[in-house]
């Protein structure tokens, strides 16, 4: 009988509306610093049409307003997902790309009556994933599990069982975390519920919250300006091919964009550009004639090493592009480009405004431009948004989900 309560209550968390579109939330601004969400519960976004208004949105907005950085949230989310799924999660992504995780499981394991010890067990292995993978000062918050009694498909009288229950489960997690560098437990506050869901004003709080918990324990240079790695700065890549042909089945999108970036700082090029191992590819272009140049010649090969992208104010007084044959012969003065990145945090290409006259100023809105602007492109690089797969009836916790995770899709919703 409990079991087929328990199982009613899973499915009813699986088929509730959930955000739509990219799996990622974006508060725009300079040195974003990335953070990733796992789990189920608070994570899928119940009731939300999209990431931006649930907990990934109100944690990217309360970082940004605490620091005055940008943030990215991407999300692995799925409404089954279990203490089994999140160990073979953190056993697969790339956990380099981001500052700190925040996890949300518990609920499927608590409704499903996990035994104690078997609990124990499986946030020890995924505590002890995260320490052997990561060495160098990041942080796993893990949520605890949240009150139940009040969601709509437990009831009152099964979810003071519940609670209770994961009372104790709660405990077991933070006794482990003490055991393990680099992890650390938060409880949020109990919900308040509009018509059953969740209230934006709590998402926000909880936002909030887990944005105080992150700068707390992470050391200021996670926090601060991010320094890319050797992988991440693309000077040209093999799949550019690849890359372009991809980007070519958005050509209309593209072409808006360009159009916009050039109109939005009054500039009369824009070019969205894919860095080749020898060739800069123009997968879309405003004001230009030319479908590709030289690698060398390529002042976005150098944008891209800067996570907040490169302004040229002007190419013959600077020494690393004055004898380029684009500022001699081609006429190039000014350059302002923000960098493009594929699913994986490669920096492939970018997006860039270029005149022929020398500019003294582009403010910080003109870059914020651009950087919107930019997401929109790497949305056309995300075919679907990525969520863990999920289980079929009567096997929740299956370990097979470590074959199917992958690197979170790095696209945006935001502009």
Not at 36 to 59: C, E, K, N, Q, W
Not at 223 to 244: F, K, N, T, W
Not at 277 to 298: K, Y
Request: charged share 20%; proline share 7%; net charge negative.
């Amino acid at each position: 009988m409990i079991a087929d309560w328990a199982d009613g209550a899973c499915r009813a968390f699986a088929t509730e509306k959930r955000p739509l579109g990219p799996a990622r939330a974006v508060a725009d601004g300079p040195q974003p610093r990335r953070i990733l969400l796992i789990g189920g519960g608070a994570a899928v976004g119940r009731g939300f049409t999209s990431h931006d208004l649930a907990l990934p949105g109100a944690i990217a907005r309360a970082l940004r307003a605490r620091t005055g950085r940008g943030a990215v949230v991407d999300i692995i989310a799925d409404p089954e997902l279990t203490a089994v799924g999140l160990t073979a999660v953190l056993g697969t992504v790339e956990l380099a790309l981001y500052d700190a995780v925040i996890t949300t499981v518990g609920d499927i394991d608590a409704l499903r009556g996990i035994a104690p010890r078997d609990w124990r067990d499986r946030v020890r292995s995924a505590m002890g994933i995260w320490q052997h993978r990561v060495t160098d000062g990041r942080v796993l918050l893990m949520v605890a599990i949240p009150a139940l009694r009040d969601e709509p498909a437990v009831g009152l009288a099964h979810g003071r069982v519940i609670d209770a229950f994961t009372s104790g489960l709660n405990a077991i997690t933070e006794a482990a975390a003490e055991e393990h560098s680099g992890v650390r437990t938060t409880l949020l506050p109990e919900a308040q519920r509009v018509a059953g869901r969740v209230s934006p004003e709590t998402v926000e709080l909880w936002g909030a919250q887990l944005a105080d918990e992150l700068l707390e324990h992470l050391p200021a240079r996670r926090l601060g300006a991010a320094q890319p790695s050797p992988d991440s700065v693309a000077s040209g890549h093999e799949d550019a091919d690849r890359i372009a042909s991809i980007l070519s089945d958005s050509a209309p999108r593209l072409d808006h964009i360009v159009t916009m970036a050039a109109a939005s700082l009054n500039a009369p090029t824009a070019v969205i550009t894919v860095l080749g191992t020898d060739t800069q590819w123009h997968a879309a272009r405003f004001g230009l004639e030319l479908d590709s140049v030289p690698i060398e010649q390529s002042f976005c090969a150098v944008a891209v090493r800067n996570e907040d992208g490169m302004v040229v104010p002007d190419a013959p007084r600077d020494p690393r592009f004055a004898r380029n044959p684009l500022v001699e012969h081609g006429g190039i003065r000014y350059y302002a480009g923000v960098p493009i990145e594929d699913a994986e945090g490669r920096r492939i290409g970018a997006l860039c405004v270029i005149d022929t006259k020398p500019r003294n100023l582009t403010s910080a809105a003109d870059m914020a431009v651009l950087r919107r602007l930019a997401r929109r492109v790497e949305r056309a690089l995300q075919a679907e948004p990525l969520a863990v797969p999920a289980w079929t009836p009567g096997a929740p916790t299956s370990p097979d989900i470590a074959s199917a995770v992958t690197a979170p899709a790095l696209s945006s919703v935001a502009g």
